[in-house]
């Protein structure tokens, strides 16, 4: 098309600053709408514009205005489904509440008794398990190659660190990026799905779980995308296995949190509509009455619990990735929107001056024949 | 007296009201909790959950694995997912229980082992639950 040169030149005035963008395949045409919207004031269009034709600015001004319908849509079903999202997570707190709680109070029955648990397991590092959490669709700006970016940047970590590693990837972008690579080892590929639930937390505890159990890995990394509010999220890396007895949460640097402290902050990041709050709620503890009884010995009961909260704590990185793939795409959209409008306005107004400069043409050309008649 | 049962899973509560009596299938075997049952804590296998209701008919689901406490006539039971029987699709059930036996048979090694067998014991569940026979 004559014409799409010229219009790149105009809506994307600085497409270095976004190669995650640009690096996709998109069609031409479609490629610059998907550039973060440029604050600056539109080129004055070049000279360049006359080559092009009306009936080819028609058009494009057309196909410029279907896109913009669509991205319009995809940002709305976006906003729709973060919503949905945050539902999910209210429907799961009063079990997060309840899990807190008693695993709160066992600890602290437990906590004269030496409890050997295998979950909780500290051996010496040979092999970690990377579970990469990554979203099923593009079209959502960087998300998929933060988190990604983020799983290599560890990689490299462990590699210069000597440490083996294998990779559990979760999400279809994750799967194809890996796929591709077939040097990074791979120990299996699933998928989270539109609304993340127990059994795709499941699939993922039971594979990290006998991972850890029958001693292939020490260790399991949870690398996933935070919520943190709608225009920004942040990839972090949560070590997941061996869970530490007192339902404490630890970070990579070894930097530990109380759950009891951690559930509830996590869980209000999604508090409120369409802004967040995070505030950071202790759960209130009440104790058992002290005349309450193990049915069975300590052991098995925190063996029962421990299981519980691993999968909660899958669920709850998924839900919180989910999240942000939407509000990632929510912006991306609403940017590509932005620079549709921009786009078409500016076409528009090439495409009004040539019909008037044809115009003006055409009149002078009959008063030109007019006058030479006279 | 009366009791109060409350199941709840990481997405969503499945049970919140008061009945009349439950078996529940613990670690170490099934037991039945009436109403003023001692304060205890149990760790609940992959198994059934039987509820009787107030008008004494008798409900049936499948629990597949968790934590519960019971004490001050509130049963709290924590699980990692939860079906009453009404909801499950009896051929979808069996259907997966046939692909968990299959997946079991051919499991190498002691990881796959595991996997297929925890499968397998959910996936039986769940036919139970369908299956059960009322009484």
């Known amino acids: 098309m004559a014409c799409s040169n010229l219009a790149i030149t105009w809506a994307s005035p600085k497409p270095s600053d976004h190669d995650h963008l640009s690096s996709r395949a998109f069609l031409a045409p479609s490629r610059l709408l998907f550039a973060p919207a440029s604050a600056s004031s539109p080129r004055p269009p070049r000279s360049t514009a006359v080559y092009c034709g009306l009936r080819e600015l028609r058009d494009r ?3 410029v205005k279907n896109t913009q319908k669509i991205t319009e849509a995809m940002k709305l079903v976006a906003a729709a489904k973060v919503r949905r999202a945050q539902e999910a997570v209210v429907s799961g707190r009063p079990f997060s509440e309840s899990l807190v709680e008693v695993l709160y109070n066992i600890n602290e029955q437990l906590q004269t008794e030496d409890v050997d648990v295998p979950l909780t397991r500290v051996r010496p590092v040979r092999k970690i398990a990377l579970v990469v959490v990554t979203g099923d669709r593009g079209l959502c700006g960087g998300y998929n190659n933060y988190i990604i970016k983020k799983a290599e940047q560890r990689m490299a970590e462990l590699s210069t660190l000597g440490i083996a590693y294998t990779v559990i990837s979760v999400g279809k972008k994750g799967n194809t990026y890996f796929q591709r690579r077939p040097y990074i080892p791979v120990d299996r590929f699933l998928e989270a799905g539109n609304l993340p639930t127990t059994k795709e937390a499941q699939a993922i505890a039971d594979d990290v779980f006998s991972l850890f159990v029958s001693e292939d890995v020490d260790k399991v990394e949870l690398l996933y ?6 225009v920004k999220s942040d990839p972090v890396i949560h070590t997941l296995l061996p ?12 930097v530990c949190v109380d759950a009891a402290e951690d559930e509830l902050f996590r869980l209000t990041t999604k508090e409120g509509k369409l802004t967040v709050e995070r505030e950071m709620v202790r759960t209130p503890t009440p104790s058992f009455s002290p ?12 063996d029962a619990l421990l299981p519980l909260y691993l999968n909660s704590q899958i669920l709850r990185a998924l839900q919180e990735s989910l999240a942000s793939e939407l509000a990632a795409r929510m912006t991306a959209m609403s940017n590509a929107t932005d620079n549709a409008v921009e786009l078409k306005r500016n076409l528009s107004m090439v495409y009004n001056r040539q ?9 002078l050309e009959i008063v030109a024949g007019a006058e030479a008649l006279t | 007296m009366t009791l109060n049962l409350c199941v ?3 997405n969503r509560i499945i049970w919140d009201s008061e009945v009349k009596e439950i078996i529940l299938s613990t670690n170490s075997g099934q037991i039945g909790v009436l109403p003023n049952h001692a304060p205890i804590a149990t760790a609940v296998d992959i198994g059934l959950l039987r509820i009787r209701l107030n008008n004494d008919q008798w409900l049936t689901a499948a629990l597949m694995g968790g934590f519960a406490r019971i004490g001050n006539n509130e049963i709290t039971i924590l699980g990692n997912d939860a079906e009453i029987s009404t909801d499950i699709n009896p051929q979808e059930a069996q259907q997966a229980l046939e692909i968990a036996e299959a997946n079991l048979s051919r499991a190498e090694g002691k990881r796959q082992a595991i996997e297929a067998n925890l499968a397998l014991r959910r996936a039986r569940t769940r036919v139970e639950a369908v299956n059960v026979i009322s009484y």
Request: hydrophobic share 40%; with cysteine.
């Open chain 1, 61 to 63: 001004i057309e196909s």
């Open chain 1, 225 to 230: 995308t935070k919520f943190v509010s709608l």
């Open chain 1, 243 to 254: 869970l530490s007895p007192k339902g404490e949460i630890c970070d990579v640097n070894g």
């Open chain 1, 291 to 302: 005349i309450l009884q193990f049915e069975q010995d300590p052991v098995q009961i925190l």
């Open chain 1, 355 to 363: 019909r008037q400069a044809k115009i003006t043409g055409e009149i």
């Open chain 2, 8 to 10: 709840l899973t990481p």
